[in-house]
């Protein structure tokens, strides 16, 4: 492929998912400088990937390929850190059960849902930012790797232990306004 | 009565996730042009190949010393042990000069790049560890020879004293053998990690 049409390409990739790459950066290293590492590293093996981009798959798809592997890997070898991370099952054993029918009226911040993304593995966690990000079970599939009937199964499970951090939260919230009045 | 809302709390955990606080969005931004990715690119590549290099050349001097011992020490036990261990740091170390820069933003699917790279951590730590014994012939023909006796002598070493007793005994072959075997038990433990955290990716991708 022609540079031209490689830088072409990187610029479209860049502009459409620019604030998605962001966000993914976020989700996989907390602190602020390493972040920026990431995600100049993301943008540089972006560019130097579009070079074999042959549109097998969507633009998007190829762009959250590349970021997540390059997040995985920091993931990877961030050792001391891979040995807590747990999977989607764990977590939703270890968050104590709620009554789905309660009402709630706590709002979501994003500080919890960095944190429970934080502790996942990359898999599982690659899995919770695409469906974050508004990503349909079957294009999560094509990302990841994992059939779309896993994929289902995770989303499920992500909702759970989503509904069950939200509860927790509100749960916080009227105990701290309660400690306030 | 319930607070005003906080401008970092939402109703949804998608509007949580899309909304990033303000500062942070400002720092995260990253306008890099083609020009400078690609010139950071071949920094990157660069700094590979001067790693690459430095690696060569630390061998080289290694094989270098070896080499020069083979000819000017006497005693055939240790010429044969350091021909034996230069032969094995060329058959070990030979083959990854050879590899080149791998590619960390594979574009294959994630959970096929976590499996391949758990797979190759896997196989290199296996590879080595095979082949940890392989340097044990040339440190006995060393030690049998008198290896450490006559590195002392050529350093000076007092032989009245404790130090160049104990080297005249059996200990320099076996604290040798045993950090061997403490190396081959490391990279074991290390395989087996990445055994585990592949078949847990497998338990991932297929439960």
């Given amino acids: 492929m022609d540079r031209g049409r490689q830088d072409a390409l990187y610029a479209e990739a860049s502009a459409a998912n620019a604030a998605a790459i962001r966000r993914l950066a976020r989700g996989y290293e907390a602190d602020p400088d390493r972040q920026r590492d990431m995600l100049q590293d993301i943008h540089m093996e972006l560019w130097v990937s579009l070079r074999s981009f042959d549109g097998r798959c969507s633009l998007r798809t190829w762009v959250y390929r590349i970021a997540h592997n390059v997040g995985a890997s920091h993931a990877v070898r961030n050792r001391r850190l891979t040995s807590r991370l747990v999977d989607l099952e764990t977590l939703e054993a270890r968050i104590s059960s709620v009554d789905g029918e309660a009402e709630v009226e706590h709002r979501f911040s994003a500080a919890i849902l960095l944190d429970l993304i934080h502790r996942l593995k990359p898999l599982d966690r690659q899995v919770i930012m695409l469906y974050l990000e508004g990503e349909a079970a079957g294009s999560i599939a094509e990302v990841t790797g994992i059939t779309a009937g896993n994929v289902a199964t995770k989303i499920h499970r992500i909702k759970r232990v989503l509904k069950q951090k939200y509860l927790e939260g509100a749960a916080d919230a009227r105990t701290g306004q309660s400690a306030r009045t | ?207």
Avoid at chain 2, 84 to 102: C, H, Q
């Fill in chain 2, 1 to 207: 009565m319930q607070e005003p809302d906080s401008p970092h709390e939402h109703d949804t955990p998608e509007d949580a996730w899309k909304s990033p606080k303000e500062e942070e969005h400002k720092t995260m931004q990253i306008a890099l042009t083609p020009e400078e990715l690609c010139a950071l690119a071949q920094s990157r590549e660069k700094l590979s190949a001067r790693l690459g290099r430095a690696v060569v050349v630390v061998t080289v001097a290694l094989a270098a010393a070896l080499l020069y011992n083979v000819y000017r020490v006497d005693q055939p036990w240790i010429r044969l042990g350091q021909a034996w261990t230069l032969g094995v740091m060329v058959y070990l170390f030979g083959p990854a000069f050879e590899r080149g820069r791998r590619a960390s933003g594979a574009s294959e699917p994630c959970a096929q790049f976590l499996a391949r790279q758990h797979e190759e951590r896997q196989r290199g730590y296996l590879r080595i560890r095979r082949r940890l014994f392989l340097f044990i012939p040339g440190i006995v023909a060393s030690w049998w020879g008198g290896g450490p006796l006559t590195a002392a002598r050529a350093r000076g070493l007092d032989s009245s004293s404790r130090l160049y007793h104990s080297l005249a005994g059996p200990w320099p072959f076996v604290l040798t053998v045993t950090a061997l075997v403490l190396v081959w038990f490391a990279f074991g433990k290390a395989a087996e990690k990445a055994a585990r955290d592949r078949e847990e990716l497998q338990h991932a991708i297929t439960p």
